[in-house]
Each structure stands twice: as C-alpha cells, then as structure tokens.
C-alpha cells in the first residue's frame, strides 16, 4: 500500500511537492493558452532552447548560473521564435532549425567539457529532490510573472486564440500578444527545467490543459480542472516515486515518474470521456426511437 501523505513530512519531499503546486497554477494559465493558441510545438521548441542557457549559466556559475542563464536564452528565443512564426510559409521549419541549433550548441558545450559531462543526465531528467529553498523562491517568483503576464491579457488572448482574423480586424497588437504569449512559456520553462528538467517541461506544460479541454470545453472550467490535475497527478507522482525507491529498491526518477502518471491519466481521462460521450449519445438515440415509436 503507498502511504501518500507520510513521505511529505521529509523536508526533501516538501520542496518538491510546493514547486510542482506552484506549476500547477502556471500548467492552468499558461498551459491552456499552450492548448488555446496551438502553441505546443512552439513550446517545444523553447523547452530545448532553454538548454543552452542551462548548459552556459552552469558552466560560468555553477548551481547559481542555471536560472540565469535560462531566463536569458528563454527571451532570446521566445524574440526568435515570435518572429519566425509570423513568417507563415516555412514557419515551422524555421522553427525547427532553430530548435535544433539551439539544443544542440548545448550538447556541444556540455560534450566539451568532462567535467561538466556528467550533468547532462540530470539537466535532461531533473532534480526534484535537491532543489534549495532558494531555487524554490526564484521558481516560484518566476511562475508568478508568466501567470500576470498572461492573465493582464487573458481576454485579448483568448480573442486571438479563437478569431486570429477578427483580433486583427478589431486592432489588436498580434505581434505583442504573441510575444508575450511566447515569453510567458518561456519563463515557465526556465522555472521548472532546472528541476523538472528539459525532456520533462512539456508533460507538465501541456498534459494538464489537454486533459482538461478534454473534459470540458467552457474556458474557466478548463483552468480549475487542469490546476487540480496537475496538483494532484504531481503529488501522486511524487508518492509513487518514493514508494518504489524507499519501499520496493527502484531507482525511479521522480520527475520522470510524475511525467508518466501524467500521460497515464490523461490517457484515462481520454478514455472515460470517450465512453461518456458513446454512452450518452446511445441514450440520447434510444429517446428519439422511443419518441417515433410513441408517435
């Protein structure tokens, strides 16, 4: 039996438990303007973009360098990407070119150095259990401003989101919704990558606002579900993890198995929705047969 609650009275669980809280609340702003905006691939190619910094920021100063580091390749690209994408035609492979040159100038440098060779792991995979209170504070920080950014322009994205044209007929700025739009990805990405870790980023930035929009369609009610799934399914990861370290002698990555409960519930999720819909539309025939049948 997993004791869910007993392991989170260990100061190296609490932290853990706090920052993927606080991304939860990113996972239920950001993220559903990730779903709303179809923003996925863009947010994909800022989660590699953001290794470079990572990789730099920790060779220059250590554990100190890595948010720093980040944030500055995070602007950088989300400038590089926002232009790329408003090309139209040939966006995405301008994108994907500069996802790949991005990533792999931070392959290079880590390949480069032995002494730093041996990070690469943990950068790819996360440190959920090592990070400070500092860290903590300097996630949680950065979390709060990609949340303001995009809710002090949450109806105009929301606009831009389902009526691209209209936006621009009605005169709104596109190119700054889009930026900001793009930076506040970017801050999430920095916030969670040092910790969750690149490969990681996207299950937490996109599996949430998934799984909601695919039990409701209503805007509001989107963002409290994918706040509670990301809370929970964080938290249960965290617990699984734990278990099959402590109890069972598994050396399971607790980033990794928080990823995996993700896509493991959002998969159920799919699936209970699937059999809601077949079984109220089988309803809802049977009642027109009646219907005809009676008349």
Avoid: C, K
């Avoid at 953001?50 to 554990?63: D, H, Q, R």
């Amino acid at each position: 039996m997993i004791d869910l609650f007993g392991p989170f009275a260990l100061p190296f669980l609490q932290r853990p438990l706090l920052l993927l809280l606080v991304l939860a609340v990113a996972a239920a702003t950001v993220g559903l303007l990730v779903n709303l905006r179809r923003l996925e691939f863009i947010g994909d190619g800022l989660t590699h973009a953001v290794f470079p910094g990572l990789v730099i920021g920790f060779v220059i100063a250590g554990e100190p360098g890595l948010l720093p580091g980040a944030l500055v390749a995070a602007v950088l690209a989300a400038l590089a990407l926002t232009v790329v994408a408003r090309r139209g035609t040939g966006g995405e492979t301008g994108i994907a070119i500069l996802l790949t040159s991005f990533f792999s100038v931070g392959v290079v440098i880590v390949s480069t150095r032995s002494d730093y060779a041996g990070q690469l792991q943990e950068l790819f995979f996360g440190r959920l259990l090592t990070i400070t209170d500092a860290q903590l504070g300097w996630s949680a920080a950065i979390v709060a401003l990609a949340v303001a950014l995009v809710a002090l322009g949450w109806r105009q994205q929301v606009f831009r989101a389902f009526d691209p044209a209209g936006a621009e007929a009605a005169g709104l700025r596109t190119l700054r919704l889009d930026l900001v739009a793009n930076i506040a990805v970017g801050l999430f990405v920095v916030a969670a990558a040092s910790s969750v870790g690149v490969l990681l980023v996207l299950a937490v930035l996109i599996v949430p606002a998934a799984a909601a929009r695919g039990i409701t369609a209503r805007i509001g009610a989107a963002a409290l579900v994918a706040l509670v799934f990301a809370a929970v399914t964080g938290w249960l990861g965290l617990a699984v993890s734990f278990h099959l370290s402590v109890e069972l002698g598994v050396d399971a990555a607790p980033g990794a198995t928080v990823a995996t409960l993700m896509v493991a519930a959002y998969l159920l999720v799919l699936g209970v929705g699937a059999l809601v819909r077949r079984t109220a539309l089988a309803r809802s025939r049977g009642a027109v047969a009646a219907g005809t049948a009676a008349a």
